[in-house]
């Protein structure tokens, strides 16, 4: 006589199947695969520890904001001079518009350069960038998962983009491009 497998768990079923976009997360916020792994593990640890209080249906939202949790946890405990770094306006203010980071990924994709690009963003910039761009969460996602207004996180996306273009084409402007 056959058994079956007992069903998935409601866990399973709604938070196991974002393992990917979790690690994901976790390893631009750490920028390191090793540290990222730590990251996830204890971030699951804590989805299930809290599974019985989340009563939504949008598992993906709410683990990415316990990885992210998590990241912010781990570096305050591993690299505090990052995770505490000041956000100085001034410094990673406005930028020029040009072409959009998108088309020019496209046109000039140097995965080398994009990772050293990303990599070298202000975390909170980072962060957003990533959770939008890989992950396709909505502004209203992003900002509850960060607990910021939807209005940083489209500043924080522009800017973002916008040194992304600055890095991967010093000089290009819509004149030169186009």
Do not use: C
């Not at 990415?64 to 990052?82: G, K, Q």
Request: hydrophobic letters at 40%.
């Amino acid at each position: 006589m056959e058994t079956k497998p007992p069903p998935p768990s409601p866990f399973e079923q709604l938070v196991l199947p974002h393992l990917n976009a979790a690690y994901n997360l976790a390893r631009w916020l750490t920028r390191n695969e090793h540290d990222a792994d730590d990251v996830v593990q204890e971030a699951y640890l804590r989805a299930l520890r809290f599974f019985g209080g989340f009563h939504g249906r949008d598992g993906r939202a709410w683990l990415l904001a316990i990885v992210r949790n998590a990241s912010y946890d781990w570096l305050r405990r591993h690299r505090p001079t990052e995770a505490h770094a000041s956000f100085d306006e001034d410094l990673h203010g406005p930028v020029d518009q040009g072409q959009s980071p998108e088309d020019l990924l496209l046109e000039r994709a140097d995965g080398l350069r994009l990772r050293e690009a990303l990599e070298a963003l202000p975390l909170a910039w980072r962060e957003v960038l990533i959770l939008r761009e890989f992950e396709g969460l909505s502004y209203k996602e992003i900002a509850a998962i960060a607990g910021i207004k939807m209005g940083t996180v489209m500043s924080r996306l522009a800017r973002a983009r916008g040194r992304l273009l600055q890095e991967l084409a010093p000089g290009l402007t819509k004149e030169s491009a186009g």
